[in-house]
Every structure is written in C-alpha cells, then in structure tokens.
C-alpha cells in the first residue's frame, strides 16, 4: 500500500517539477494573444474558462484508455505501475503539453499540420490520410462498444438502435459550435468520471486492498507467455501512459484556452489526472481479486463473447461502492468512450478543413466535408469489434511516434533542449515497431518475438540515423 501512496506521490510531484521544466523549456509567453481571442468564429475557436478546458480535454483524452487499457496492462503484472507513472510523466505528458502549445502558437492548427511542418510535405501528406481513418476508426470503436454495452443493460433495446441513439449524438457534437454541446456537457462528466476514480482510490484504502508490490522485478505474469511485456504491456497501456490520439484532441482545446499559462494545467495537467486514474484502476483490478492471478482467473472464467474490462469494472464498482457504483460504472464504460468516440470525428472534420483551408463557420461548409466522415464511419462500423481495438492500440502508438519526432525537430529548430521529446521518441519507435512484427495476425506480422526485437531495433537505429543527419544539416545551415 505504501509503495502505491508513492506512486501517487510521484505523479503528483511530476506535474509539480517536470510539469514545470517543460514550460520552461518550451517558453510560454502570457502576453501572446491565443487562438481563441485572436481568431474567435463562435464555432471552434471560443474562449473558455481553463477549468472547463481542463474536463473537456481530460474527457477527451480518456475514452477506455485509462480504465480499460490499465485493467489489461495490470495481466502483465505490477510492472505496468512503473509504467503508468514513468510513461505519464516522462512521455504522456510531455507529449501533450507541447502538442497542445505547437498548436496554439500555430493558431490552432491540427496534428497533420504541425507534424508536416517538422517532417516535411511528404509527411504532412501520409500523416493528413492517417490522422483521418484513425479518428473514424476511434469514432467507429467508440460506437460500437458502448452500444453493445447499453443494449445488455437494456433489454428492449437492441444494439442496433443503441448504435443508432450515439451515431445521431456523434453527428451532433460534430457539427454544433463546441461550447454549445460539448461545452456544457462535458465538464460535467470529465468532473464524475474523476470522481469515480477517488471513490474507488477511497475503497482501496477502506477494504485494505492486497495491492501488489514490485518485489518481482518485470516477471511477466500474464498466463500467456507468447504476450511478452515488451512491447505488448506498452501498447495495452497506452492512454495511462502516452498516446498518439492525444496529440489529436489537443488542438481543439488550442483553439478555446485564453491564454498560454494556462497550458500546464490544460494539456499536462490532464495527462497526469489520466494516469492517476489509470493507476487507481490498475490498483483495483489486481487487488479485488486477491493477487494478479486471481484477476486471470477472473478474465479466464468470462464467456469468450465478454468484454472483459467491461465486467471488471461493473463488479469492482458495484461491490465497493453500491447502487451510486454501478450507475458511475455505467458512466465510465459507456459515457467516457462515447465522449472521446465524438471528438475524434469532430477532429476529423477540422483536420480535412486544415489542410483543404475551408472556414468552418458556416454550417454548409461543415456538412461538406462531414457527410463523408460520416458514411465512412458507418461502413467501419460493420468491421468486428475486436479487430478494430487491435488495429486502434496500434495506429495509436505509432502516431505518438510521429509526434514525438515532430516535437524533437521543433525543438531542435528553436535550439531548444529537444533531449526531453529525443528519449521518448527513440523508446516509442522501438516499442510500436516491434509490436507490429511481433504481434499475431492479422494486426501483426507474427515473426519470432527475437526476430521482432532485432527488427524494432534495425528500424529505430535507422530512424534515429535519419534523425542525426538531418541535425547536422541544421547545425551547419
């Protein structure tokens, strides 16, 4: 238990101390006029209250990630702890701190646009393509699942029409000027789903809860040994420790904070509430069951059909904390994905207006490039559920890979101390890499996991070559 209140302690003293660092290193100016005030158009641009920016953002970011991708991490074992901690400050949060302040500083421009800037058009062009099908594919996953979801808790209602309700809620957020739905609805879920998370940290402490400790080393624990730690606890963790989709929900909230001091609080501020709240839900899964074994043999007794973060977190809650538990149980495997699911197409839609250079706020030009967003997601929608998640942990990861690399050659440009993106962005490279040649098919390649290590690391070293080049031709010009 002890060794849990430091790994608290720990996030808590990283947005404190490292928070602190990387403002310094990126430079925050409280005079510069933001997005928001210099370009407000009622529609994406809209000055907000940092409070409210903060919940959005942190609602934004946190979909199932948090709950569900740290109750998964914890079948690997106490290792994923250090994770979740090391990740979130050291990476997550660097990650979305200066995603979101490139994005302010460039007028609120998208992810495709600020990579493309760093990496060049060619870049700029692949990343457009891909930054667009993994928000339909979030969007897509972020129907699906919690409609399956509300319609075993609704037996007059099937999945169909579920799919329907959200898909018409999706439509909604997408096009509607961000503080009229968005802005109001959202504060208020980003504020239960935290405090969700404080009522199971509370029954931890109340029912003395056997959390593990790290006194294994990184023993794997998972029953299945084919599922090694490395790269695969990395990528089941992603949102409670780094991720690419971040990166893309930032620069919507770029567009809507005041001013630029308000940037920690908003981007890595989040980050680290979205790691607690992973660690806590990572703490709970391994604890409530007696040991990690007992949660395998909890998974392992499920139906194959069951979505298995889904059940632990409906059993934990409504054991610990009772009728108000499973109703917050409801909030944080249905709303919470929901509320990331229609972000993600709203972002879609501006990542195609930025690099297209339509105005947005006319409602005509906004339906014109969302119909299409639209008829996309619901042709992914036919896709199975399992297959999308897979290709989803993936396509995440190595978009915080492009970020990464993008953030390190901005830093580089500004003659900026770029060692703090560099580190992460090597370790990232290495791990999405070898996930997709170690990985079982079909979201993997399936080689050898020794082969798959030799390969990550002949990709990252040539990465980080082309990396070294391109600085010494910075240095010289």
């Known amino acids: 238990m002890f060794t849990f209140i430091g790994y608290l302690a720990l996030l808590i003293g990283g947005y404190i101390v490292y928070g602190a660092v990387v403002e ?54 106490p290792a994923a702890f250090l994770w979740i901690v090391l990740g979130t400050i050291f990476a997550g949060g660097v990650h979305d701190y200066f995603s979101g302040m490139m994005s302010v500083r460039e007028r609120g421009a998208s992810l495709p646009e600020l990579i493309g800037n760093e990496l060049g058009k060619y870049i700029k062009l692949f990343m457009r393509l891909f930054s667009v099908l993994l928000m339909v594919l979030v969007g897509a996953v972020f129907i699906s699942g919690p409609a399956g979801l509300l319609a075993g808790l609704t037996p007059g209602i099937s999945a169909l029409i579920w799919t329907a309700i959200i898909f018409a809620y999706y439509v909604l957020a997408t096009l509607l000027p961000i503080d009229k739905l968005i802005g109001k609805i959202y504060p208020i879920f980003g504020a239960a789903l935290l405090f969700m998370a404080v009522g199971i940290l509370f029954a931890l402490f109340w029912n003395k809860a056997p959390i593990p400790e790290l006194t294994a080393g990184f023993a794997n624990s998972n029953p299945n040994k084919s599922l090694h730690i490395f790269p695969m606890m990395f990528v089941s ?13 930032s620069p919507m909230m770029a567009r809507c904070i005041k001013n630029e001091k308000y940037g920690r609080r908003c981007f890595y501020g989040a980050m680290v509430a979205e790691g607690v709240v992973a ?24 139906p194959a059909t069951a979505n298995k973060g889904a059940e632990v977190v409906n059993l934990i809650s409504n054991r610990w904390l009772g009728v108000v538990g499973g109703v917050l149980a409801i909030l944080g495997v249905v709303a919470a994905p929901i509320t990331s699911g229609d972000t ?4 879609a839609r501006l990542i195609v207006a930025d690099f297209l250079h339509l105005n947005q706020k006319s409602i005509a030009k906004r339906l014109m490039i969302s119909i299409p967003i639209f008829v996309l997601t619901f042709v992914i929608l036919n896709m199975d559920f399992d297959v999308l998640w897979r290709y989803f942990a993936w396509c995440n990861q190595t978009l915080a890979v492009f970020t990464l690399w993008a953030i390190t050659a901005y830093l580089c440009r500004l003659r900026k101390f770029y060692f703090i993106t560099l580190v992460p962005a ?8 070898t996930y997709l040649f170690a990985a079982a098919r079909p979201e993997g390649i399936g080689l050898p996991y020794e082969t798959a290590l030799i390969v ?16 010494k031709k910075l240095q010289k010009n």
Request: aromatic share 14%.
């Open 24 to 77: 310094r290193i990126f430079g925050i100016d409280r005079s510069r006029p933001t997005p928001a005030i210099a370009m407000n158009d009622g529609v994406d641009y809209v000055p907000m209250p940092w409070w409210r920016v903060f919940l959005i953002q942190f609602l934004n970011i946190a979909g199932l990630g948090p709950i569900f991708g740290a109750i998964m991490g914890m079948m690997y074992g």
């Open 456 to 471: 990550g690391a002949g990709i990252t070293t040539a990465v980080f070559s082309v990396f070294v080049v391109s600085l």
């Open 237 to 249: 963790i992603a949102c409670g420790a780094i991720s690419g989709f971040h990166a893309t929900q």
């Open 279 to 302: 660690l806590i839900w990572a703490a709970a899964a391994s604890s409530f069951f007696g040991s990690v074994e007992g949660l395998h043999k909890f998974v392992a007794d499920l």
């Open 344 to 347: 993600a197409l709203r972002s």
């Open 426 to 433: 090597i370790f990232m490279t290495y791990v999405s890499s």
